[in-house]
């Protein structure tokens, strides 16, 4: 089974839709992230989570929630869905100190029409 | 000035080749430097982190020249099995969540 698990893999939805991503990890660490890939562009950070009562937003906040329900748990809602969050979702976790090595789940496509 | 830029690609190289893959940052203050691999449609995986010393690992090399903010990859006898594509990742120092990802050099590596 995967360290990190998102759910669901994929998702087709309309313009207005409430959307959640759930993301689950059993490698024990306490930093969490969310990340927004399109194609042709960067991983871009939507929020971030240092332990459960941490939330931080990223660079492209707008437009997204989240929660950290437990150390090992980060969803992420999308309120009201538009077609330009069409993107491919990433969740991942890293431990403290900073090695720079995220630890990423395996990605969550979804499709807003 | 984007923050973190890379060649642009496809790389389109034989097997055995040897390529190399260049990455510009915008932000003096950084710190820590890494190269990320992510195969199509799948997720990023750490390669490797880059030293001042500059790192090797097997056919890979990695580079780091901080007065002209560039990070260099170097790819030796390249396999199949290396084509993917190459994030270079900066750490604009701050906290964690300021992680900035380059758009990625596609490589493939042909017969």
């Known amino acids: 089974d995967a360290d990190v698990t998102q759910t669901p893999r994929n998702r087709i939805t309309k313009t207005g839709k409430r959307i959640m991503l759930e993301c689950s990890q059993t490698k024990g660490h306490d930093r969490m992230y969310w990340y927004r890939q399109d194609p042709g562009l960067g991983l871009q950070l939507i929020y971030y989570s240092f332990d459960v009562k941490d939330i931080n937003k990223g660079e492209i906040s707008d437009g997204y929630s989240v929660s950290r329900q437990a150390q090992a748990k980060f969803s992420l809602s999308l309120e009201s869905a538009i077609p330009n969050q069409t993107a491919l979702y990433f969740c991942?976790?890293?431990?403290?100190?900073?090695?720079?090595?995220?630890?990423f789940g395996e990605g969550s496509r979804l499709t807003v029409l | 000035r984007k923050e973190v830029e890379q060649d642009p690609g496809p790389f389109n190289v034989p097997e055995g080749a040897t390529v190399a893959f260049n990455c510009t940052y915008s932000n003096s203050a950084s710190q820590s430097f890494f190269w990320y691999r992510q195969d199509c449609r799948k997720e990023p995986k750490l390669l490797m982190s880059?030293?001042?010393s500059g790192n090797e690992d097997g056919r890979f090399t990695a580079q780091l020249n901080r007065a002209s903010q560039y990070i260099s990859l170097l790819i030796r006898d390249s396999k199949l099995s290396d084509s993917a594509t190459y994030l270079c990742v900066v750490n604009g120092g701050g906290s964690q969540g300021n992680l900035i990802f380059g758009k990625g050099t596609k490589l493939s590596v042909k017969p």
């Open positions: 880059v030293y001042s």
């Open positions: 991942a976790t890293s431990e403290p100190g900073h090695t720079g090595e995220l630890f």
